[in-house]
C-alpha cells in the first residue's frame, strides 16, 4: 500500500490534531483548567503527525507479529521525541517537557514507560485508527484534499515558523518582561469581569439563590448510572459474554472456536449491548421480587435477541444463529427456552453480578479511569467500523464482485476469506 506526498501530508494534518485533542484532554482532566499543548499555537501536536507519518511509510514493510510493530513504534517514538527535544533545547535554551514527577527510569528528554505507553498506543492507532482514516481519505475527491492541504498545511507551515522566531529572540530569558507583566495584570482583571458578569447573570436569574459553605467531596469516577459506568459495563460484559461463550462450545462440541463480533479481541457485542440494557432497565426494578425481574428480562432478552438477529440480516446480509430447528422459536430468530435462560440471567444480574461490578469500576482512578474509558471508545469505534467493513466486503467477494476502488482494495489485501471465516465460523451469508 503505497501513499502518495499528498495523503501523506494529509494523515500529518489530522493525526496532529488528534494528538492535540488527546493531550488536552488530558491535561483537562489532570489539572481542571485547558491547555493549548503543542509547539504551534493552532491546535496541532506536529510532533504526532510526523511520527505517525514515519509508521505509515514503514508499516507496510514490517512483519505481521505484533512484537515487532510494537519495536518499530516504540523506536520511532523515542527519535522523534528525542529530536523535538534537542531542538528544542538548542534554540530556546530549555526543555518543553519534563518528567522529574514520573518514575522510574527517567532520563534527560525521555521516561521509558512513557516510551513504552506510546509505543503500545502508536502500534493500536496504526491497527485500528489508520486504516479507518485510510478509507476516509480513499473517498474525498482529489481536489478537496489539494485544498484542504494547500490552506492548513501553509497555516501551519507559517505558524510553526513565527514560533521558531518568538522562541529564538527569547531563548534563555526566563525573567519577565514589563509587556508580559502588564498583559497578566490586563488577564486577571479580565478574568475577574467574566466572573463577576457570570454571577450577576445568575443572580438575576435566580433571585432565591444562596452562598452555602463549599464542602469539598471526593470525586468518584462513574458514580452511578453515567455514561462512563456503561461503557465500563458494556466492554466488561462483551468480554466475558465471549468466555462464557467459548467456553460453552468447547463443553458441547468439543472444539475452540472464536465467538468474538469484531475483529480486534474477545468482544461479543451481543452480551455488552445486552448488559447494557438490562442494566438501564432492571436498575429501576432492582427492589422488586425476583419474578418480576424474571418476566420483565425474559421479553427485554427475546425483544432484544430478535432484533439483532434482524439487524444483521438486514444490514450486513448475515445470520449469526437460527433456532428454527428448536420447538417454540419465533422465527428461528429466538425460543422460549432462551427467553427463560434470558429472565434467569436478568435476576441473577442485576442482584449479584452488576452491584460487584459496579463497585470495582467505581474504585478506578478518576484521571487514569477517564483516560482508559475513552481510549477504549475510540479502540471499540474503530474495530466495529473496521468489522463490520470487512464483513460486507467479504460478503461480496463471496458473491463475485470485484474490488471497485481503494477502499475496497485495501479490505481485500487485509482481511481475507481465511481470516473473516476463522473469526465469524458460523457466520452464513443471505443474500
Request: neutral net charge.
Amino acid at each position: 500500500m503505497t501513499n502518495t506526498y499528498l495523503e501523506l501530508l494529509t494523515y500529518f494534518i489530522v493525526y496532529s490534531f488528534l494528538g492535540w485533542g488527546i493531550e488536552v484532554a488530558i491535561i483537562a482532566i489532570k489539572d481542571k483548567r485547558f491547555r493549548n499543548r503543542g509547539f504551534v499555537n493552532l491546535p496541532f501536536c506536529i510532533m504526532y503527525g510526523a511520527m505517525m507519518d514515519v509508521l505509515i511509510v514503514l508499516w507496510p514493510n514490517l512483519t505481521n507479529h505484533p512484537v515487532f510493530k510494537f519495536i518499530a513504534a516504540f523506536v520511532v517514538f523515542v527519535t522523534i521525541q528525542a529530536i523535538a527535544e534537542y531542538i528544542s533545547t538548542r534554540i530556546c535554551k530549555r526543555m518543553l517537557l519534563k518528567y522529574e514527577d514520573i518514575t522510574p527510569y527517567n532520563g534527560q528528554w525521555m521516561n521509558l514507560v512513557v516510551a513504552v505507553l506510546f509505543g503500545i498506543g502508536l502500534w493500536g492507532i496504526m491497527e485500528l485508527v489508520h486504516p479507518f482514516n485510510y478509507m476516509l481519505v480513499q473517498l474525498l475527491p482529489g481536489i478537496v484534499l489539494k485544498i484542504f492541504c494547500g490552506i492548513v498545511g501553509g497555516v501551519i507551515f507559517l505558524d510553526f515558523l513565527l514560533t521558531l522566531y518568538i522562541m529564538y529572540k527569547n531563548r534563555g530569558n526566563r525573567k519577565v518582561s514589563e509587556y508580559q507583566q502588564m498583559q497578566q495584570e490586563y488577564q486577571s482583571n479580565l478574568n475577574s469581569r467574566i466572573y463577576e458578569r457570570i454571577w450577576n447573570r445568575l443572580d438575576k436569574a435566580y433571585p432565591n439563590i444562596e452562598d452555602e459553605p463549599e464542602v469539598e467531596e471526593k470525586y468518584v469516577f462513574a458514580k452511578g448510572i453515567c455514561l462512563d459506568k456503561i461503557i465500563w459495563v458494556f466492554l466488561v460484559s462483551a468480554l466475558l459474554g465471549d468466555f462464557i461463550e467459548t467456553i460453552y462450545c468447547w463443553a458441547v462440541g468439543g472444539t475452540w472456536m472464536s465467538r468474538s463480533s469484531v475483529l480486534y479481541g474477545p468482544f461479543s457485542i451481543v452480551w455488552g449491548i445486552g448488559a447494557v440494557v438490562l442494566t438501564i432497565v432492571l436498575s429501576k426494578f432492582a427492589e422488586k421480587p425476583d419474578r418480576y425481574i424474571f418476566l420483565i428480562g425474559a421479553l427485554i432478552g427475546g425483544v432484544y435477541e430478535y432484533g439483532c438477529s434482524l439487524f444483521t440480516e438486514i444490514f450486513l446480509g448475515t445470520v449469526f444463529w437460527d433456532y428454527s430447528w428448536m420447538p417454540f422459536n419465533i422465527g428461528g430468530r429466538t425460543n422460549l427456552l432462551y427467553m427463560g435462560f434470558w429472565g434467569i440471567l436478568s435476576v441473577v444480574w442485576i442482584k449479584l453480578i452488576y452491584p460487584k461490578m459496579s463497585y470495582f469500576i467505581e474504585k478506578l482512578p478518576a484521571l487514569q479511569g477517564k483516560v482508559i474509558t475513552w481510549v477504549l471508545v475510540v479502540f471499540m469505534i474503530c474495530n466495529a467500523f473496521i468489522s463490520a467493513m470487512a464483513m460486507v466486503r467479504y460478503t461480496q467477494r463471496q458473491e463475485g464482485v470485484e474490488a471497485e476502488n481503494a477502499m475496497e482494495i485495501f479490505l481485500d489485501a487485509n482481511y481475507e476469506d481465511a481470516l473473516i471465516e476463522k473469526v465469524w465460523p458460523n457466520m452464513v451469508i443471505t443474500k
